[in-house]
């Protein structure tokens, strides 16, 4: 079981790519409501949530949305549902959702497989400061 508070989503993400730590940052400094918890795909939470959607990270390994009473959602319908929840005007990104998912998941795809080479990769996973160390579970 995963325990989150009631009103909160659990963000997960790649926890040694740079481009997915600076959109965790980005995440945090708009996310005005306080909705978003995260924990790295390869932490323990992270690797209960993938053992429990059965998810295979051969073909999904960047972003999920875990939502306790919705389930999981995972690429790019993970970012816009994020986006669309962090006020205006990144609110707007969900105007994307009109476009058909497998070609938003292509463009998606496109970004994930790049992203080491674009934005490099750390050796380890981000150690949150102590004042967001609350938003994040092992």
Same mark, same amino acid.
């Given at each position: 079981?995963?325990d989150?508070?009631q009103?909160?989503?659990l963000?997960?993400?790649?926890?040694?790519c740079?481009?997915?730590?600076?959109?965790?940052?980005y995440?945090i400094?708009?996310?005005?409501?306080?909705?978003f918890m995260?924990?790295a795909?390869?932490?323990?939470?992270?690797k209960?949530i993938i053992d429990?959607?059965?998810?295979?990270?051969?073909?999904i390994?960047?972003?999920?949305?875990?939502n306790?009473?919705?389930?999981i959602?995972y690429?790019?319908t993970a @970012?816009?549902?994020?986006?669309?929840?962090?006020g205006?005007?990144?609110?707007?990104i969900g105007?994307?959702?009109?476009v058909?998912?497998?070609?938003r998941n292509?463009v998606?795809?496109?970004? @994930?497989?790049n992203?080491?080479?674009?934005?490099?990769?750390?050796?380890?996973?981000?150690?949150?400061?102590?004042?967001?160390?609350?938003?994040?579970?092992?």
């Amino acid at each position: 079981m995963i325990d989150i508070p009631q009103n909160k989503q659990l963000i997960l993400f790649d926890g040694v790519c740079n481009l997915c730590n600076s959109s965790v940052q980005y995440i945090i400094k708009h996310d005005k409501k306080n909705q978003f918890m995260f924990t790295a795909l390869q932490s323990e939470t992270g690797k209960g949530i993938i053992d429990k959607f059965n998810i295979d990270t051969s073909k999904i390994d960047s972003i999920l949305l875990y939502n306790p009473q919705k389930g999981i959602d995972y690429k790019s319908t993970a @970012a816009l549902k994020i986006g669309s929840k962090l006020g205006f005007p990144r609110n707007l990104i969900g105007v994307f959702f009109i476009v058909p998912t497998f070609i938003r998941n292509w463009v998606y795809d496109f970004i @994930a497989k790049n992203r080491y080479k674009w934005y490099g990769k750390k050796d380890a996973c981000m150690i949150p400061t102590p004042e967001l160390k609350s938003k994040f579970l092992d």
